[in-house]
């Protein structure tokens, strides 16, 4: 541990500030460019003792928890509170135009779609029960430390307005002082709370958990590591009007605006295509819309939430015929031969990418390909294949969905 005085020289892509130490970059949580502070650095870590120089970019934060000097401790929910609208979003545009650069692609990025505050309908709290109470909140970065949470200005209002039942309920599941997770889903019918990392309650617990749910009337599912304990009325979504019951914790896109945004840059780019294969599919986030349109055959690793995307286009009037296939598109992509029929591909994958799925995609010949993607590193590792093999970017769009974070959602546009 030794003491610096050093300068800010721009923000990371976690989105910490990095300055440069003696002995190589240093890592400064809550800090901008230009900013001169002295720091008690442990290796590549910084932490701000007092600081000289501060930037105009700098803004109070909106949320009570934030920061170094957040109540209940330093909240690791939201990483860019500190910076102003104006370097905030252009730093996240720039993580798009960096990553096409480091792997030379040419492709004009359009300005970020904004988010607003109290969008998010889906999150992750953690949660823990002490003598005293039940602690509810987001760990501290790279700590176990839970910072209890009052407010969050990125949760929607329904989700916030309802804290006290989720501990509620919480309290009523916590079997010890172990730590658990609740993914938190606004649905049109209710929260959807799923619990993980719970060990198996006994009869007693979960009746007073069932009772405590059919008491709070805004829950509409509690489940445990995928398992409904109890339902009182079936979470929904829409996707472009059509009803969906997503399984228990399974992916929906954070906010609805994004996923709105997503779905209207997939929409226009498919145009007249008339067959199309949603790769990586969930629950119908893009096939549903997409069938409203074209023929769609939607392939997911997922069986429960194939299934839900399945029910959702059997229950609904007028759309184009939907097929559903599971495959694990990892182990077993859709091989080139297989994708020869459709005009058009769209594909979503998880942070990792799709590149042995993608290698297939390149030689299919399909005149049309959307790409979705929450982690630009790993898109732009896919798209120089589709380059390389004869495609050509046709636009390239970052979309805020994660608000005040270093995380942006990417929608590419390519055609043969």
């Known amino acids: 541990m030794s003491s610096e005085t050093l300068t800010i020289e721009k923000i990371g892509q976690s989105g910490d500030g990095i300055a440069r130490g003696p002995f190589g970059p240093v890592y400064v949580p809550f800090t901008l460019p230009g900013e001169t502070a002295v720091l008690a650095v442990n290796r590549d870590k910084g932490t701000v003792m007092s600081m000289s120089e501060i930037s105009p970019e700098r803004v109070a934060p909106k949320c009570r928890h934030f920061g170094p000097e957040g109540e209940n401790g330093t909240c690791g929910g939201c990483t860019l509170q500190h910076a102003s609208d104006n370097l905030y979003q252009g730093f996240k545009r720039q993580l798009v135009i960096d990553a096409l650069k480091s792997k030379a692609l040419v492709a004009e990025v359009a300005p970020l779609v904004l988010a607003d505050p109290g969008e ?31 407010e969050c200005p990125i949760a929607s209002p329904g989700i916030v307005s309802r804290l006290a039942t989720i501990r509620t309920v919480a309290l009523a599941m916590a079997v010890n002082a172990e730590p658990f997770r609740i993914t938190v889903l606004e649905t049109l019918s209710g929260l959807d709370l799923s619990f993980e990392g719970i060990k198996a309650m006994d009869n007693a617990q979960r009746r007073q ?49 994004a996923e709105e945004t997503m779905a209207a840059l997939v929409i226009a780019h498919l145009g007249k295509s008339k067959r199309v294969i949603d790769l990586f599919a969930g629950s119908g986030t893009f096939s549903l819309r997409i069938a409203r349109k074209a023929r769609v055959h939607a ?22 015929p939907v097929t559903v296939e599971k495959r694990d598109l990892f182990r077993r992509p859709m ?8 005009d058009a591909i769209v594909f979503d994958p998880p942070r990792a990418g799709a590149e042995i799925q993608v290698k297939e995609i390149a030689r299919s010949g399909a005149k049309k390909i959307v790409a979705v993607s929450c982690n630009p590193v790993t898109l732009v590792r896919d798209l120089r294949l589709l380059v390389d093999a004869g495609y050509r970017i046709t636009g390239v769009t970052p979309i805020d969905q994660f608000l005040w974070s270093s995380h942006v959602e990417v929608v590419a546009t390519l055609e043969k």
Request: charged content about 25%; overall charge positive; aromatic content about 4%.
């Open 120 to 150: 998010r309908r889906r999150t992750v709290f953690t949660a823990r029960r002490t003598e005293k109470e039940l602690l509810l909140g987001y760990n501290q970065a790279e700590s176990h430390h839970i910072v209890s949470i009052v």
């Open 209 to 257: 958990v069932i009772e405590t749910v059919l008491g709070a009337r805004s829950i509409a599912r509690v489940s445990l590591n995928g398992e409904i304990l109890v339902e009182p009325q079936k979470p929904l979504v829409e996707f472009d009007g059509v009803s969906v019951s997503p399984p228990p914790g399974s992916f929906v896109q954070a906010t609805k605006p």
């Open 299 to 320: 392939v997911e690793g997922e069986d429960k939430a194939l299934k839900a995307l399945d029910q959702a286009a059997r229950n609904t009037q007028g759309l184009k």
């Open 335 to 342: 091989m080139a031969s297989e994708l020869k029929v459709y």
